[in-house]
């Protein structure tokens, strides 16, 4: 069959033209200016409402593991560095993924290591309110879902994050974003959401190990790119 060669394939009415990569930025980004075009007071109400926070959970808000993922700090808070830092990454990690394990996979791969990150953090405030306890906002946990998805896929990507000057593989920034946030939860974390990231990294990594079995290319497959370029059957 002619449809079944790559190059006879109709791409259908219903896909989006734009990657789900740049949708997400762009819905970050407008949610972003919505939250700081509100007052104070409006604010302190979104957050509470949406914002991922034990308290909410307790309350039935489980919203929170999907919405805590669109909002960010506020701008007087550095939300721009917040918000600039995470939508880096996305873009940094989401487009060969995307184009790896296809749009519906990628926005599941996402929104679940952002969700399990919510609530890996949501469980280390139940051990250290001091330490986790806050209420939770921002994009961190799936950026670093697609990072392990990445470094899974494609360990010898390089990358060039905007804080080196020098490129480096995916599976090296993986292994040191792990150990910089095990390090990080024995010292006074700030704002910064460890758990959820380690959360995120442990969903992305489980979830592309998945897809690459269901593909029959192994754990770490480097070599997908080969699978998918591969001529179909005549």
């Known amino acids: 069959m002619l449809d079944d060669r790559d190059y006879m394939r109709r791409t259908p009415r219903f896909e989006p033209r734009w990657l789900v990569t740049v949708i997400l930025v762009a ?72 184009k790896t394990i296809g749009r519906l996979s990628f926005i599941k ?48 990507r390089r990358l060039h994050p905007f804080f080196l000057p020098f490129a480096i593989r995916a599976d090296v920034l993986l292994m040191l974003s792990v150990a910089g946030t095990l390090i990080c939860l024995f010292l006074p974390s700030g704002q910064v959401a460890h758990c959820a990231h380690l959360g995120g990294i442990f969903a992305g990594f489980m979830f592309a190990r998945r897809w690459a079995r269901n593909r029959g290319a192994g754990v770490f497959v480097g070599t997908v790119n080969l699978l998918e370029s591969a001529p179909a059957p005549e």
């Open 27 to 98: 819905i970050n980004v407008v949610i972003f200016v919505a939250q700081n075009v509100a007052d104070s007071a409006d604010n302190l109400h979104i957050y509470n409402k949406f914002a991922l926070s034990v308290d909410g959970l307790k309350h039935g808000r489980v919203w929170q593991l999907l919405t805590f993922q669109f909002l960010h700090l506020p701008l007087n808070a550095g939300g721009i560095f917040h918000l600039l830092g995470n939508l880096f990454a996305i873009q940094l990690f989401g487009p060969a993924v995307e």
């Open 109 to 156: 791969l996402y929104l679940l290591s952002g969700s399990l990150g919510g609530l890996v953090q949501m469980a280390g405030g139940l051990v250290s309110t001091a330490h986790f306890g806050g209420a939770v906002v921002g994009a961190s946990a799936g950026a670093f879902g697609l990072l392990a998805a990445l470094a899974t896929l494609y360990p010898d």
